[in-house]
């Protein structure tokens, strides 16, 4: 990384890609995307699963790499979907966390974020960030991707993330967060 | 693997182990097992999870290694929970899946395994065993394991899976199958 504020963000959505480079941006980072192979193992640990794919990357294309896990944890469902939370998505959809959820009081929810850092023979630096939350009643608002309809940030005014601007969301989001430390750290490596 | 019928079955379930057991004995292989680290990939492919595992485990362990990945389908569920059904089972249980079907007539699903064996530097082979039921209306029987009190086989009585005998399961099971054809391969193999 010496000489250079320039780095890969392995991820095919482009949407992540968005909201992480407009806060990487922010502390002079500048991040790439690179939609290659992404090797995600199965784990119950964002941090495990972000490591593992950042290393594998990292090591195979001889870059130094960042990738991202995020999942919503419903406290109520034993923190389902979790890490598996885009599968959930694709296959689900937001209607079936809504039935899951049917008469149940506690709605407690949080989005997490891990974001891991390879740059070999080091091993991955992780940086975390999470927003707690609810689980609203219905979907509300159009922005946003995933289950952000259905996520409502405890500091807010009690829209859900897809009713926000993507600059509202930007400055609470877990994802928003976990990248803000990242370019915190690489920011200071160059100082 | 010349000259021995010995290989290694890499799993931590016992209930999986013995079942994969009792098929292959019946063609004369012994199957031990290896309860150690399995790395298991996110992928929509049982087969791509199975492989990616037994590869990896034969590479660094420098033994033949035998992998299962199984999962039950659901269709009106678009094929949830699928590959994650493990750990869907673990966070939710049955209850949840039950919930997600309420009201909904096709209850048709399946459950699929896929064996892989890997022997480096042959690419990994597979083995696929499939059978076609239907999600019961409440959970019935204590036996088998994870999601077999609510699958009916369609080859059968009308029983769940669990309300079968191990003997009777076995003989009708995606998991027996899969293991069916590797043993009768292996077998094949040392004739």
């Known amino acids: 990384m010496k000489g250079h504020k320039q780095v890969y963000f392995l991820t095919s959505n482009k949407a992540k890609f968005r909201e992480a480079m407009a806060v990487a941006a922010m502390s002079g ?3 790439r995307m690179l939609a290659t192979r992404k090797v995600e193992i199965q784990s119950d640990s964002l941090q495990t699963i972000a490591s593992y ?16 896990d995020a999942g919503l944890f ?27 959820m049917e008469n149940v009081v506690n709605r407690k929810a949080s989005f997490h974020s891990v974001v891991a850092f390879s740059q070999p023979p080091s091993r991955p630096k992780c940086f975390r960030g999470t927003v707690a939350g609810r689980i609203s009643l219905d979907p509300r608002g159009a922005g946003g991707f995933g289950f952000d309809p259905i996520f409502i940030p405890d500091e807010g005014d009690g829209r859900t993330f897809a009713e926000m601007t993507d600059e509202e969301k930007n400055r609470i989001s877990h994802r928003s967060s976990s990248f803000r430390k990242l370019s915190r750290w690489l920011s200071t490596l160059h100082a």
Do not use: Q
């Open 53 to 68: 794919a950042a290393e594998e990357a990292a090591n195979r294309l001889t870059v130094p790499v960042v990738t991202e």
């Open 29 to 31: 980072v500048r991040l």
């Open 74 to 100: 419903v406290d109520e469902l034993n923190g389902f979907p979790g890490p598996y939370s885009s599968d959930v998505f694709k296959r689900l959809g937001i209607r079936a966390i809504l039935k899951l």
